[in-house]
Each structure stands twice: as structure tokens, then as C-alpha cells.
């Protein structure tokens, strides 16, 4: 469904995307994870066609996002949806204006179907009194939760998700979590991407972890049970440090590695 093959990107001087390579099989589940400024947003541009690389091969269902034209992106884009680090809803529409649009656009959805999905999303992300209202009065987490309902309204063979729960209350991303997997969970076909540097998120969203260091590299792609234990340093650390600081009957919920409980919490 996606592949990067060495893909480079600088910006200036700065080597953001440094030779990365990875895929991901449709139907699957995967957290691309690293600390603030890796280059985790970069990774979607470029996936999206929205940016080229300096050099590398990018594939998303099979289209080449680098030499392509717009119009066969934009083709591929259809099928992809995709929930914005800013929320990235129009503010001059309501919220049911934003999530038709969108359907609008990108499929060939009956005016009727548009009404009955607006309303299903909507329920699916909690809010459905929202229909008239206009972004700016909703608060930063209700827009992310709209943001999420566009991406999913469409019906995408490829979800994608930036930063769903970044500068929101733990308590506020546990709930837009749980909405994401809940609405998901129903659709086994569908390919779906998170990007964050929450270790927790990452770790709730998916088994498999691709982890973006600071110098541009994948260091590591995995189970993250197991790149918990066994993964290089760097990447032990990352994640231990944001988990360690957990209660245990959470530590137990997360189901950490029987091994890691007993070496921190002892
Ligand atoms: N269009 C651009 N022009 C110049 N520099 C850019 C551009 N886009 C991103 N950068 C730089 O590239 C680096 C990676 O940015 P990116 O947004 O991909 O990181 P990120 O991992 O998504 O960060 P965050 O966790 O804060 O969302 C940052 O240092 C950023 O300043
Ligand atoms: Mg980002």
C-alpha cells in the first residue's frame, strides 16, 4: 500500500529524511513515531506527493507520488484520508459544510449518502449537535475530533492520522484514541497511519513502531513489545522513559513485557 525506498529530504543544510525505507501492507496498522522535528509530518507530505524528496522511490497504492502528474495524485489522494497535525477544517463552513465537502470531492457519494455519512461520522467521533456549527467555536479537541470524522467520512482505503492527540489532556487523547481504533475497527481493509512523538499513543495505536531519530534516520521498525527489550539503545530509551513513569495497573492495562514491569516497577 505505501513504500519509501531510500528517500532523502533536506531542508538547506539540514538533512531532515536521511536515506529512509519502509512499507506497509494494506490492511495494516503501524505508529511512525520520533521526538518533535524528526520529520514525522515530512514523511506524510512526501508520502502524499504534497512535497517531493530530494531523491528516493515513494509508492502509495502502487502510484509513484514522485513523477507522477497532479492529476494521478490527485486520483490516488481520493482514497486517502487524512487528519491534519493543525485539524485543517475550513473556517468560513460549518461542520457538516467540511465534512461534505470533503465527500463531495474526493468520491461519488449521492447527495442522501453525504447527509446519512455526515451524521455517522459525526455520532462515530461523538458530536453529533455540532452539524451547524462553525469551527471556531468548538474547542481544540472537538476540532480534532471533526478532523478525524472528514478523514473517515470518505470511506479511504489509506487513514492517516498527524499528531491526533498533540497539545490536548491525556484524558482528551485517550478519548480521541479510542474513537479512531473504535471507528476503524469495523473496516479490516482499510491501511491506517499515526504519526506522533506520544510514546503511549504510538503504543495504543499499533503493534508495529517505526521510530525516526533526530538525524533523520529509521533506527528502528518493529513489534514494540519487542523493541522494548531487545531494540538498539537509543530506541529502548525513547521508550522506556516516556513508560516508566506510568502507574503499574496502567503498565498492566498497556500490557507491557512481563520482563520490563518487573525490572521498573519492580
Ligand atoms: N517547508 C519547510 N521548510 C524548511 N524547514 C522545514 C519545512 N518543513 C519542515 N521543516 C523542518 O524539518 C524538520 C522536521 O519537521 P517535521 O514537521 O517533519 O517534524 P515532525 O517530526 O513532524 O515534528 P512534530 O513532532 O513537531 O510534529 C523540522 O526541523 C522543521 O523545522
Ligand atoms: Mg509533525
Redesign the pocket.
Known sequence: MISFQSVTKS??D?K?LDDISFSIQEGTRVSII??????????L?ILLGL?PPDSGEVHLMEVDMVRSNDRVKEEVLCRVGMAF?QGGLFDFMTVKENLAFAMEHMTDMSVDLIDKKAKSVLEGVKLPATETMFPFELSGGMKRRVGIARALATEPKVAIF??PT?GLDPVTSTIILNMILDMVKTNTNLTQLV???NVEIAIRFADRLIV?NDTGSIVADGPWRELLLTGPEWVRHFLSVRLIGLDLEYAHELDLPKEFIEKHWG
Request: proline content about 4%.
Open positions: 531542508f538547506g539540514t531532515i520520533g521526538p518533535g522535528g524528526s520529520g514525522k509530518t515530512t514523511v507530505k512535497m497535525q498527524d499528531e498533540s504519526a506522533t512523538s525516526l
